[in-house]
């Protein structure tokens, strides 16, 4: 079975830029969630989505970020304009959760290491 | 917010010398997982341990849910397990499950 898929692996680009990270998730699993990680702040919860309905978007740091699911196999996270403190590794994970209580195991994709000059 | 503490916050073994790595959680937490980070990056599930003792090969995880804690264990260590190991629950109510900062370890041949 495929795993979670996210793209681009890696990405180089100048401050100011426009920069989308795309994820896929586990086929079947309602719930996404975008993590990043620093060496200061570890892994860091940005926003999650059940049935592509963002949820809580409490740790997206400002208004630059923004995070869509259109569909239950597609997400974004966009960095518009990118800065240079933005370089991170950005991880997506889906679980899949009959309710609340009943929360599945959490899978993580491979992330996209993005690094903004 | 919940505290999540791991440690020893690092770790040198020896091959083929064994270790056990601590996760304390400062509130109760539902659905208590272990992962390995290893060199490339990549978050490798271990354990789904909300509580009670489970074992995969040379790995074996407990969690006491009403000390809100988890234990991992490694025995016979090998370079391969070198990483980064860490926990993650979640409080009841909400999937944002919190991480702890980690055991980075290293396995010397």
């Known amino acids: 079975d495929a795993g979670v898929i996210q793209s681009p692996r890696h990405e180089v680009t100048e401050m100011g830029q426009e920069v989308t990270l795309r994820c896929k998730p586990i086929?079947?699993?309602?719930?996404l969630f975008w993590y990043r990680q620093t060496m200061m702040r570890g892994l860091e919860l940005l926003i999650y989505?059940?049935?592509?309905?963002?949820?809580?978007d409490s740790g997206m740091p400002e208004d630059r970020f923004s995070a869509k699911m259109p569909n239950a196999s597609f997400s974004t996270l966009k960095i518009q304009p990118s800065e240079p403190r933005d370089s991170a590794v950005y991880f997506c994970?889906?679980?899949?959760?009959?309710?609340?209580?009943?929360?599945?195991?959490?899978?993580f994709g491979e992330g996209s290491r993005l690094t903004v000059l | 917010g919940i505290q999540v503490e791991q440690s020893p916050p690092d770790l040198i073994l020896q091959e083929g010398a064994n270790s056990t790595l601590r996760c304390n959680f400062s509130?109760?937490?539902?659905?208590l997982q272990w992962f390995h980070q290893n060199p490339w990056g990549q978050l490798i599930n271990l354990f789904y341990?909300?509580?009670g003792t489970k074992q995969n090969g040379r790995l074996s995880a407990t969690t006491v849910a009403t000390e809100r804690y988890s234990l991992l264990y490694i025995s016979s260590s090998q370079t391969t397990d070198s990483g980064v190991y860490f926990c993650?629950?979640?409080?009841?109510?909400?999937?944002?499950?919190?991480f702890g900062t980690g055991t980075r370890l290293k396995v010397l041949a």
């Open positions: 994970a889906s679980s899949f959760g009959t309710n609340r209580d009943l929360a599945g195991e959490l899978f």
């Open positions: 989505f059940n049935n592509n309905v963002p949820i809580d």
């Open positions: 993650a629950g979640r409080p009841s109510g909400t999937y944002k499950y919190i």
């Open positions: 509130d109760s937490v539902n659905n």
């Open positions: 341990i909300p509580s």
């Open positions: 086929s079947g699993h309602d719930y």
